[in-house]
Structure formats: C-alpha cells, structure tokens
C-alpha cells in the first residue's frame, strides 16, 4: 500500500480545517495513505491548489534547508551552473559563497553546496509524487488535470536539473542518478539509472504535460502551459541528440507562444529597459515564457538568499554591490561580441563604462558604476560586471525581482543547432541570421566571427542566455571542454584560484553524491573519475569560441 509524505503546506491547511473531518484523517507518525490524500482532496479541494502552488513557490524559495545566504533552490542550482561554467564569474574574496563553483570544491560530498543542488530537485520529485497520489485514476475536473499535467512537467524539470550533473547526458547507457517512483522497492537499494532511463521519466511526464495543457488558460506565466511543456521537451530531445523532434517541440512553442503575444525584445525595447536599469526583472516581459514570480514577501524571509542578492548589480541589500561580489562576463567572451551588438551593454567594460547606464543613479550619486557610499549598499563595479539584471527601482532593498526560466529567443537557438544537427547548415544559417540581425544585431552575420556554424551557435547562446542557467550544462552537451583562460593570466578576468582549464569528459566535471545519500543508499556507486583543477592547468585548450 503506498504511503506519501505530507508536505508542508498540508499542516498548514489542518490549523484551518478542524471544523471539517480533515483532522479525523491525519495518521499519527505523519504519513497519510494514498486513499486518504484522496479522500482530503474531496473534502478540501483547495488543499490541491494550495499544494500545487507550494511547489511552484519551492523553485526559488529563500533558506529552503538552510538559513544560509547560499540556499535558494532551483535558482540558485541555475547560478551555480553559470558559475562552473567558463563565463561567468565572481570574485575569489572573503565574501563569495560560492567559491566552491568557481574552484570545482563542489564536488566535495560533505558540504552544503553539493547537498543543496542534490536534495532540491529530489524533494520537489518528492512532494510531486505526493501531489499526484492525492488523485485517482479517473479525475476528470479540469483545473485537476491541469494541475497533474503541470505536477508531471515540474517532475521532468526537477530531474532536468539534476541528471546533467551527474553523468554526459550523450552517454546514454552510463550510470546517472537514482529514480524516485513507486517501482522501487528498496530506496536503501536504490542504484543509479542510465542516462536513458532517465530520459525516458523526463519524456514520459512531459508527454502528458503535452497532451492534457491544451486549453489552460494560466493566470500569469509561474504557471506551466503547454508552451512551456514543449520548451522543456525540446530541451530534453536536444540532451539526447533527438533534434527533429527537439525541433518540432520548440518550433510549436515558438507557435504558441507568439500566439499568446510573446515575442523577443527589440533592440529599442533592450535599449530603453537598460537606460532604466529594468531589465529582465519581471515575469511580464514580453519574451518571457515561464518565470519565477518572486514576491515581496517572500524575498523578505531572507533577502540575501535571492538571486536579486548575486545576480543583480542594482539592489541595495545583496551580496553582490555590498562586497563587490559581482557577477561578471569572462572578458574572453566578452571580448568577442561585437560593438554594434546591444548585448554589448549587458556588461560594463574595463573601465567600467556600458553606453546605456550612462543615466542611472544611485541614491542620487551621478555615476552609478563607481558609486560607493562607504558602507553596506555600494561599492563600485568590476571591470565587465554585468548588468543585464536589473532592479525597480535602482537601490531596491526588497530584493523581489522576479527570473526567467524560459525565454522565446533559446527556442530560436534550438531550432538553429537543430537544424544544424540535421545536417541543414543553409537553414540553420538563416534562422539563427533572421534571429540575430532583427532583435539582436542588424549588422550581423553568422561568418562574421570566422567560426564554424556550430561553435556560432554555441556562441549565440553563451551571449544571449549568459546568467540564465545553462553554462556548465551546454558545455558538457555539446562535448566541448571548458576554458576559461588563453596561456596566461592576462588572458581573462578570472581569479587565480578559479583559472584553468578542463579537458572535454574530464571526470571532474560530474557532481559527487552526498554523504547523506551514500549513506543510506548503499547500491550508489559515486563519480569517482578526475581531480580538484589546479590553478594555471591546460594553458593551449581552446574551445573553439574564444580562440
């Protein structure tokens, strides 16, 4: 007989139902048959509704596990992807919690950053596996079956997040992670699936998404609609090298979503919201398909565990303006962006100019780049911090800034290196042209940098979804090895404890397990292949994009 565990939103429902017989059902112990879930659902039906927007509310939510400036979930399993990747940085001081990224320690099974990563994407796994036992087989409610459908997308997600980590996602019948479902019969033997039979769970949920979000009408774009279905979809096909069918699934994405009146940004539109320092910061931005909708009052349970706090240059209660922990661009890519491009401006220069900040103010000081107030709120930027991020208003101290999790412009880049994968470098060619020259550039061309197609793809998605989560994991995908400096130091911006290079498959880019999960799962077997990066290693790898 299966049993879920109650999530913390359902103690919360008790304080308010006792008039009902809600409480007349609760188990002691705290567990609660699948039967009884069931039966609570009939009888407080919006103990559904309150569950299903737990988990959507757990993707970001600040001090998850910890009361740590560090723990904030799924967003914070997106920057460290950035942070392990090769362009983005943060400076190696006293105050950056996430030096472990930058100098490959995460891999260590006893600290808290690996740990984090690890059991956010499981606990979400499990709490949905909850939810969904809470329905019988014949629900038939339509704003049930919606919330099911978007339950199994968040599952597929939940494992998106965790499975590249851990194995080559094109190694498909490699070892990757343990699978939490009903067909085990020993989580304390629970071994590792393929990469395949990872996939295949991925595949399967989104399959249903797909086929039961027609029609939903979402509130805002937290919610998960059948656009954002497909975008996933075709995430996970492009993992696996499926590229017709990756293809298929952003191309209808695209379809739907443009339908929905989401489109890119213009230049103009970059330009302005830059000027403002605005910039992708609300989940209502016309290229945003799904985002995660920060509240005021969520951001204020611990305002340094927000991604407002690492990412954004603007806030006046963060990590980042506070103790100079800015998040920057390698100057190597940097470097290569053309001056004609608006995504140039996403990121300060050397001498810490970026053409359309040149307006902003911070607490009325008339240069907001090198403005320090001598305490806590700012000090001056770094050479190629980025401000891309933006806040409203300038100097914030809420920190509620909301992040994006998809946007139209990557479902343009999939069908560009889907094509390409297809063998259809002309078609490839055009799209990723059309893409570029109307939102991004109208002097580009795909030739421009003398790069072959698919290292300019790779390029155009480094550029374009730069501190949106997909660093180490594109990196990884397209068996590209991960560079971040040219024979010296003078090279990049990167610290000395995080300078070096990595072969393509070392096997120190895949996560370890936790302590916690080898304990008392005794048929894991760890990654145990490669060793903590030295500083200054493989000085002649080069990647084929920053050459």
Same mark, same amino acid.
């Given at each position: 007989?299966?049993?879920?565990?109650?999530? #913390?939103?359902?103690?919360?429902?008790?304080?308010?139902?006792?008039?009902?017989?809600?409480?007349?059902?609760?188990?002691?112990?705290?567990? @609660?048959? =699948?039967?009884?879930?069931?039966?609570?659902?009939?009888?407080?039906?919006?103990?559904?509704?309150?569950?299903?927007?737990?988990?959507?509310?757990?993707?970001?939510?600040?001090?998850?596990?910890?009361?740590?400036?560090?723990?904030?979930?799924?967003?914070? @399993?997106?920057?460290?992807?950035?942070?392990?990747?090769?362009? *983005?940085?943060?400076?190696?001081?006293?105050?950056?919690?996430?030096?472990?990224?930058?100098?490959?320690?995460?891999? %260590?099974?006893?600290?808290?950053?690996?740990?984090?990563?690890?059991?956010?994407?499981?606990?979400?796994?499990?709490?949905?596996?909850?939810?969904?036992? &809470?329905?019988?087989? %014949?629900?038939?409610?339509?704003?049930?079956?919606?919330?099911? *459908?978007?339950?199994?997308?968040?599952?597929?997600?939940?494992?998106?997040?965790?499975?590249?980590?851990?194995?080559?996602?094109?190694?498909?019948?490699?070892?990757?992670?343990?699978?939490?479902?009903?067909?085990?019969?020993?989580?304390?033997?629970?071994?590792?699936?393929?990469?395949?039979?990872?996939?295949?769970?991925?595949?399967?949920?989104?399959?249903?998404?797909?086929?039961?979000?027609?029609?939903?009408?979402?509130?805002? +774009?937290?919610?998960?609609?059948?656009?954002?279905?497909? &975008?996933?979809?075709?995430? =996970?096909?492009?993992?696996?090298?499926?590229?017709?069918?990756?293809?298929?699934?952003?191309?209808? =994405?695209?379809?739907?979503?443009?339908?929905?009146?989401?489109?890119?940004?213009?230049?103009?539109?970059?330009?302005?919201?830059?000027?403002?320092?605005? *910039?992708?910061?609300?989940?209502?931005? #016309?290229?945003?398909?799904?985002?995660?909708?920060?509240?005021?009052?969520?951001?204020?349970?611990?305002?340094?565990?927000?991604?407002?706090?690492?990412?954004?240059?603007?806030?006046?209660?963060?990590?980042?303006?506070?103790?100079?922990?800015?998040?920057?661009?390698? +100057?190597?890519?940097?470097? +290569?962006?053309?001056?004609?491009?608006?995504?140039?401006?996403?990121?300060?220069?050397?001498?810490?100019?970026?053409?359309?900040?040149?307006?902003?103010?911070?607490?009325?000081?008339?240069?907001?780049?090198?403005?320090?107030?001598?305490?806590?709120?700012?000090? /001056?930027?770094?050479?190629?911090?980025?401000?891309?991020?933006?806040?409203? #208003?300038?100097?914030?101290?809420?920190?509620?800034?909301?992040?994006?999790? @998809?946007?139209?412009?990557?479902?343009?880049?999939?069908?560009?290196?889907?094509?390409?994968?297809?063998?259809?470098?002309?078609?490839?060619?055009?799209?990723?042209?059309?893409?570029?020259?109307?939102?991004?550039?109208?002097?580009?061309?795909?030739?421009?940098?003398?790069?072959?197609?698919?290292?300019?793809?790779?390029?155009?998605?480094?550029?374009?979804?730069?501190?949106?989560?997909?660093?180490?994991?594109?990196?990884?995908?397209?068996?590209? #090895?991960?560079?971040?400096?040219?024979?010296?130091?003078?090279?990049? %911006?990167?610290?000395?404890?995080?300078?070096?290079?990595?072969? =393509?498959?070392? &096997?120190?880019?895949? @996560?370890?397990?936790?302590?916690?999960?080898?304990?008392?799962?005794?048929?894991?077997?760890?990654?145990?292949?490669?060793?903590? /990066?030295?500083?200054?290693?493989?000085?002649?790898?080069?990647?084929?994009?920053?050459?």
């Amino acid at each position: 007989m299966k049993l879920y565990r109650i999530i #913390p939103v359902l103690a919360a429902l008790a304080a308010f139902a006792a008039c009902t017989d809600f409480d007349d059902i609760v188990p002691e112990g705290g567990t @609660m048959l =699948a039967s009884q879930v069931q039966e609570t659902n009939a009888i407080l039906p919006e103990r559904a509704s309150a569950s299903f927007n737990g988990m959507l509310t757990n993707i970001g939510k600040p001090i998850k596990m910890y009361e740590k400036p560090d723990d904030w979930e799924f967003l914070m @399993m997106l920057f460290c992807n950035d942070l392990e990747g090769c362009d *983005a940085l943060i400076a190696d001081n006293n105050y950056n919690w996430f030096s472990v990224c930058g100098e490959y320690s995460s891999r %260590n099974a006893d600290y808290r950053n690996p740990y984090i990563r690890y059991r956010a994407p499981y606990n979400m796994i499990a709490d949905v596996n909850s939810f969904l036992g &809470g329905f019988d087989d %014949n629900v038939s409610d339509p704003e049930s079956v919606y919330m099911i *459908a978007q339950a199994h997308a968040i599952r597929a997600y939940s494992y998106m997040l965790i499975a590249p980590a851990y194995q080559f996602v094109t190694k498909k019948d490699a070892p990757c992670i343990p699978l939490l479902s009903d067909d085990v019969a020993d989580f304390t033997h629970n071994p590792r699936a393929t990469v395949a039979q990872v996939y295949k769970v991925i595949l399967d949920d989104l399959d249903y998404a797909v086929a039961h979000l027609d029609g939903y009408a979402r509130p805002t +774009k937290a919610y998960i609609n059948k656009a954002v279905a497909l &975008g996933l979809r075709a995430r =996970a096909h492009l993992d696996m090298k499926e590229y017709q069918e990756a293809y298929n699934d952003a191309s209808d =994405a695209i379809a739907l979503a443009t339908a929905a009146g989401i489109r890119p940004k213009t230049v103009d539109e970059l330009s302005v919201a830059l000027e403002k320092g605005t *910039a992708f910061e609300s989940i209502n931005e #016309p290229d945003w398909i799904w985002g995660y909708d920060m509240t005021k009052d969520l951001a204020l349970t611990y305002r340094y565990a927000t991604t407002s706090s690492w990412l954004r240059s603007f806030s006046a209660w963060a990590y980042a303006p506070a103790c100079q922990c800015y998040t920057c661009i390698n +100057k190597m890519l940097y470097d +290569k962006i053309p001056d004609t491009d608006i995504r140039k401006q996403w990121w300060v220069d050397d001498a810490l100019r970026s053409k359309l900040i040149t307006s902003l103010t911070w607490d009325g000081h008339p240069d907001v780049a090198n403005y320090s107030d001598g305490g806590d709120t700012k000090l /001056p930027f770094v050479p190629y911090t980025n401000v891309k991020f933006g806040c409203n #208003p300038i100097g914030t101290v809420d920190n509620d800034e909301d992040m994006p999790l @998809m946007r139209i412009d990557e479902m343009y880049l999939i069908q560009a290196e889907c094509l390409l994968g297809l063998n259809n470098a002309a078609d490839a060619k055009s799209v990723l042209e059309t893409y570029v020259q109307t939102y991004r550039d109208p002097a580009y061309t795909a030739d421009g940098k003398g790069l072959s197609l698919a290292d300019e793809i790779w390029f155009q998605r480094r550029v374009e979804l730069w501190g949106e989560g997909f660093g180490i994991f594109d990196t990884k995908r397209l068996g590209k #090895p991960l560079v971040r400096f040219h024979d010296d130091e003078t090279s990049t %911006n990167y610290s000395a404890a995080f300078r070096f290079n990595m072969e =393509a498959e070392d &096997g120190w880019l895949l @996560m370890r397990f936790p302590q916690g999960e080898l304990d008392t799962n005794f048929s894991v077997v760890d990654n145990k292949d490669g060793e903590l /990066p030295k500083t200054d290693q493989l000085p002649l790898l080069r990647d084929g994009v920053t050459d």
